[in-house]
């Protein structure tokens, strides 16, 4: 191990993972905000879109069985630089893509990459957080990539509009792969790889995580809740087309609206989390009375589909995603709770298969619902429940939540941050 790094730059390198989150949720963005407009000129379908969004889950679905295990093998370090460096050059790909077929090849080889972010993001928490602080920065990462998906609608129509729909693909890939070469120097000299410690904590050795019971739990709550969220973020653009005929810069202020809900719900998981474990709480009871207040707040998301604006109903959404956001704080804190540390990268990825997965299917599913003329109504019923029935899962399977200890170690590093 190399020396204690100094607050500076441990807050420079925590500022570069929220960024790359950030990057992350713009890339698989794009395609949704510029719908109606892509649409037109390549003249796709209701159905021709699901297929696309479904093949994104696809690819995200299946990467994540190799990232998890990738990042484990890599390291923080060769892991961020390398999965954002991979995304970012399949985001471009889109800028040249003429046929629907290409455009199947670079949905799938995006949500491929893509994978990497997630169990290379909850890893480097787990690395630079306590248990008491990790809430907060699990809670603060998913608010900071949050604000990807209030920029995307705002600045990409925009580009679009000044140089085209293809140039917005790949200007985004481009700003990727700066970000790969600044991560690089900024982490020269540091070992991130998992500690002799950390190592000693896997009790489990070499027994795949897919044969223990949590990992599985863990996952099917993944299933319910992710379905939701991969609904919103590929679906609530054609929505807001839909019922309030809005296009182009027109979505860019109510889908921020929804989005920005989704960082406060982060933010207050997060922070509540971690002040409630930190004045002596269980992990038990703190995570599932999180989980099950962000679960009730998603409950009233059919009431979009009765709002008299566009405003109104982006005020609902936001409220749904606040809760997404909390509940998906809760449950990666969860699995560095009960997860050694040395395993963090498989049981993350391991889920979140799970999780594209769910949402493979709902946003297939969410296409032929409208292409036969169903409407929306039956998809935000779906959304209203499934965060119950997560957090049912969860109850039934954890009843009690028993965290790994984790040493030392993180807390020294936690307090080099300065939170």
Known sequence: MTA??????RQLLFALALTAGILNLVDRQI???LKPTIAADLHWSDDDYGTLAALFQTGA??????AGWLVDRLGVRRANAFGVAAWSLAAM????ARSFSAFMACRISL???EAMGTPAGIKTMAAIFSPEQRSTGIGLSNAINSIGAILAPLAIPIVAAIWGWRAAFVMAGALGLVWALAWWLATRGIDFADTPMAKAQDHHGARPVWRERRTWIIAGAKVLSDATWFLMLFWMPDYFHRAFGLAGTELGPPLALAYAGAAVGSVLAGTLSSRWIGAGQSIDRVRKRVMLASALVVTPVPLALLAPSAWSAAAVLALALAGHQGFS????GLIADVTPRARVGRVTGFSAFCGNMGGTAITKIAGLTLAAGLGYGPLFAFAAVSYLLALGLIRL????????EEGTEGSAMGMALGH
């Open 93 to 96: 790909a889109h800028g040249w």
């Open 4 to 9: 204690l790094l100094s607050p500076r730059r």
């Open 31 to 33: 395609i949704a905000v």
């Open 397 to 404: 399977g954890m009843p009690r939540i028993v965290a790994v």
């Open 329 to 332: 704080t809760s449950l990666f």
């Open 61 to 66: 679905a299946f990467g994540f069985l190799a």
């Open 111 to 113: 949500g491929a990459s």
